[in-house]
């Protein structure tokens, strides 16, 4: 795959400096997702629960895929609208 920019700003290897995932949203959800993950690991048997670890593994792979690919779409749409605002701010400048 050909180097991509964007695909290195969304994940995290340009301008990652200042940034941090500090919100009390966000660590409120992640200790929820813990305890309910070893609550579900008690009720199931080993091949159960590497079944379930393969399949949120899987589903977190995929969602990351996704979610690089909104984010890049986003980001391109957003430039093509700075483009036109520059173009039509050229154009009244013109007239």
Known sequence: MKYSM???LYNGNVGNEN???NSKEYHKKRKEILA???????TFDHE?????????????HMSSIENENIFSHGLRVGAMLVIEIFQLQKEQEEE
Not at 36 to 42: D, G, W
Not at 48 to 60: E, G, H, M, R, T
Request: proline residues 0%; hydrophobic residues 40%.
């Open 6 to 8: 964007i695909s290195d």
């Open 19 to 21: 940034f941090s995932l």
């Open 36 to 42: 309910q993950s070893e609550e579900l690991k008690k």
């Open 48 to 60: 159960q629960i590497k079944i379930i670890d393969d399949f949120v593994s899987l589903n977190l």
